[in-house]
Antibody
Framework: EVQLVESGGGLVQPGGSLRLSCEASGFTFGDFEMNWVRQAPGKGLEWVSY????????HYADSVRGRFTISRDNAKNSLYLQMNSLRAEDTAVYYC????????????WGLGTLVSVSS | EIVMTQSPATLSLSPGESATLSCRASQSFSSNYLSWYQQKPGQAPRLLISGASTRATGIPDRFSGSGSGTDFTLTISSLQPEDFAVYYCQQDYNLPYTFGQGTKVEIK
């Protein structure tokens, strides 16, 4: 059974940092592209970042570029999101999501981890 | 960036009725990369439809998708109580991948 479990969320002050983790199981992690998607309270879904299966290709939304860094450790079946210089508008539930092997949508999602940025 | 626009924002319907949700893209792309998701309160999104018209595993056949180019449609025939939720379209043809703003299907 495919599972994605996020962790690392919490309350942080503006300007602070957090590192989110997503532990994958039930599939060959290194074969799949992965993404982070966030959802601010009461709002819609916003794609945040992409990692190729090897981790060598990374992309970011304009809203986080230069502040967030996506990485992965295929040996540990884990995806990460290092978030620096956090702002109030980064407050959201952060989901990791697997991209279908044929590139047709995000077929598995974690339950999400809540990041709150507030003083 | 491909902007995805969904309409209507809210759809008020009764159980047993059909729902038609629209998603329009700011530029044309292969329908292989158009997906629909369902999200219920407090839950993660769930993939319903990929490739514009292919139901994901376990999705009932009352959900159907269609469209090409810039215009796509999700149809839910005979709404069941568990279908009242928010629905999002998404393109993963070009980075940045983008979602529509969502359509809430609510009980009338």
């Amino acid at each position: 059974e495919v599972q994605l479990v996020e962790s690392g969320g919490g309350l942080v002050q503006p300007g602070g940092s957090l590192r989110l983790s997503c532990e994958a199981s039930g599939f060959t992690f290194g074969d799949f592209e992965m993404n982070w998607v966030r959802q601010a309270p009461g709002k819609g879904l916003e794609w945040v970042s992409y990692s190729s299966n090897s981790g060598t290709i990374r992309h970011y939304a304009d809203s986080v570029r230069g502040r967030f860094t996506i990485s992965r450790d295929n040996a540990k079946n884990s995806l990460y999101l290092q978030m620096n210089s956090l702002r109030a508008e980064d407050t959201a539930v952060y989901y990791c999501a697997r991209r279908h092997w044929m590139g047709m949508g995000f077929d598995y999602w974690g339950l999400g981890t809540l990041v709150s940025v507030s003083s | 960036e491909i902007v995805m626009t969904q309409s209507p924002a809210t759809l008020s319907l009764s159980p047993g009725e059909s729902a038609t949700l629209s998603c329009r893209a700011s530029q044309s792309f292969s329908s292989n990369y158009l997906s629909w998701y369902q999200q219920k309160p407090g839950q993660a999104p769930r993939l319903l439809i990929s490739g514009a018209s292919t139901r994901a595993t376990g999705i009932p056949d009352r959900f159907s998708g269609s469209g090409s180019g810039t215009d796509f449609t999700l149809t839910i025939s005979s709404l069941q109580p568990e279908d009242f939720a928010v629905y999002y379209c998404q393109q993963d043809y070009n980075l940045p991948y983008t979602f529509g703003q969502g359509t809430k299907v609510e009980i009338k």
